[in-house]
């Protein structure tokens, strides 16, 4: 099975620029290269679809979605109007789903997205997965025994760049559930706009490049790397999990 992983899209309702960046622009530019993409099975989206929240962002990501007629799914992060996604909008061709079952892998799609204590209105760049959550995520993949996919918007594993301060908050607890579970395979993130994969004992942990903008662990915290915009392509098996990193191609 072949998917992208893509994220932080970061589009607005008017496509206006996001720190000078045309992240609708990019957006458009990774639905084109991967058109030319054979046997792509489903797209999951780790976050960060909108910057602003609003909710013509929504439809025109769904609509632009639509086009490439792949199952695509998208988790919540901590740019998106999470009142919008879950009320006000009906998409149309993508799914906003807590899990899925996609070519004999289930996938899991975690809300890490937490609230402004001084904002109700807003969200927090750090991420937080409940306790809640976290004990209904264990009890499903107790009780569901295919391999597993586990999709976050924030990190769960340090990068070893500034981005490790705003990643998940108790993520060792959370890595300590997921570990106890031998179908779990691959844990998928956005947030830190840096292409990573790493090995935590028995699982694998990778972020998407930004879809909108990149940044780079090397460069100082919010300056923008310039040309590292992109998406992932996994490749899964039974026995092996490749994951490419596919830069956008913009001119």
Not at 29 to 51: F, L
Not at 66 to 79: D, F, K, Q
Request: charged share 25%.
């Amino acid at each position: 099975m072949k998917i992208i992983h893509m994220s932080d899209l970061h589009l607005s309702a008017d496509g206006a620029l996001v720190w000078e960046e045309d992240c609708r622009r990019k957006f458009l530019t990774a639905i084109k290269q991967i058109k030319m993409m054979r046997d792509v099975d489903a797209i999951i989206v780790s976050g960060d679809i909108s910057n602003d929240g609003s909710l013509n962002s929504y439809y025109f990501a769904d609509r632009v979605f639509s086009e490439l007629s792949i199952p695509t799914y998208w988790c919540v992060g901590n740019h998106d109007n999470l009142s919008v996604m879950f009320t006000t909008f009906k998409p149309k061709f993508c799914h906003l789903s807590d899990q899925a079952l996609l070519g004999g892998w289930r996938f899991y799609f975690v809300n890490s997205v937490a609230r402004d204590n001084d904002d109700p209105n807003s969200n927090r760049s750090k991420g937080i997965v409940t306790m809640n959550v976290r004990n209904e995520l264990d009890g499903l993949l107790s009780k569901n025994p295919e391999p597993s996919i586990v999709v976050l918007h924030h990190p769960s594993l340090e990068i070893g760049g500034w981005q490790d301060n705003k990643i998940l908050k108790d993520r060792e607890t959370f890595r300590e559930m997921l570990c106890c579970h031998k179908n779990v395979k691959l844990v998928l993130s956005g947030h830190v706009h840096t292409f990573f994969v790493k090995r935590d004992k028995n699982i694998l942990y990778s972020t998407a490049s930004g879809i909108g903008f990149a940044f780079s662990t090397k460069l100082p915290k919010y300056e923008i790397k310039q040309g590292q915009e992109g998406f992932s392509c996994i490749s899964l098996n039974k026995k092996d999990i490749f994951i490419e990193n596919i830069l956008l191609e913009v001119k």
